[in-house]
């Protein structure tokens, strides 16, 4: 099984908005709504950011946005901000069998 | 306070085993939450390694899966992880994380970072 695919860098202005891909395949990003993303900043460990596809932890701005079409899950985050400087990882169940979950290769988020 | 702390030796030598422990504060390890192993190789992404349960039930990753151990102690509310044989690939930070569901990571420890060298 293979590590979900993500562009691996993605960059807007201040304000602006921004989407980062995820794709899988029918076996995990296709068949559950249990994609999430997570923000790491240098050196930091990993931050929840959204789960099951759409839903935000408390806390976490609804400047960050999630959805899923096909085998392929994105994150937008609207309104760039300096903060949101960082990269960003999916992830996506992957099914009761063999691995359980998948994690993409990340995308670094450059705020110009 | 929530929170989730890794501790362990930083360095292992090759063909070594690294063992690492999770002390968990704030909630009961016991409660309904799986608890994970998540790395990330220097300048690499997230590999999950496995998670455990209170009652010791394990899942690993397949491609660790020869070679990765956990378990749980309940009476000290912590959880660890052991990987035989390693070599210059798992050099990488070791991060605790707690499973709410459906393999989605909420709480995540600092991370600690193993090298493994002569």
């Known amino acids: 099984q293979s590590a979900l695919t993500q562009p691996p860098s993605a960059s807007g202005s201040p304000g602006q908005s921004v989407t980062i891909s995820c794709t899988g395949s029918?076996?995990?990003?296709?068949?559950?709504?249990?994609v999430s993303w997570y923000q790491q900043h240098p050196g930091k460990a990993p931050k929840l950011m959204i789960y099951?596809?759409?839903k935000r932890p408390s806390g976490v701005p609804d400047r960050f946005s999630g959805s899923k079409s096909g085998n392929t899950a994105s994150l937008t985050v609207s309104g760039l901000q300096a903060d949101d400087e960082a990269d960003y990882f999916c992830?996506?169940?992957?099914?009761?069998?063999?691995?359980?979950?998948?994690f993409g290769g990340g995308t670094e988020l450059t705020v110009l | 306070q929530l929170q989730l702390q890794e501790s362990g030796p930083g360095l292992v030598k090759p063909s070594g085993t690294l063992s690492l422990t999770c002390a968990v504060s704030?909630?009961?390890?016991?409660?309904?939450?799986?608890w994970s192993w998540v790395r990330q190789a220097p300048g690499k992404g997230l590999e999950w390694i496995g998670e455990?349960?209170?009652?010791?039930?394990?899942h690993y990753n397949p491609s660790l899966k020869s070679r990765v151990t956990m378990s749980v102690d309940k009476s000290k509310n912590q959880f660890s992880l052991t990987v035989t044989s390693v070599t210059a690939a798992d050099t990488a930070v070791y991060y605790c994380?707690?499973?709410?569901?459906?393999?989605?990571?909420?709480?995540w420890g600092r991370g600690t970072l193993v090298s493994v060298s002569s």
């Open positions: 994380v707690r499973d709410q569901g459906g393999m989605t990571f909420d709480l």
């Open positions: 704030g909630v009961s390890i016991s409660g309904v939450n799986w």
């Open positions: 455990i349960y209170h009652s010791g039930s394990t």
């Open positions: 029918s076996s995990d990003v296709g068949s559950y709504n249990r």
């Open positions: 099951e596809v759409s």
């Open positions: 992830s996506s169940y992957a099914g009761s069998t063999n691995l359980l979950v998948m």
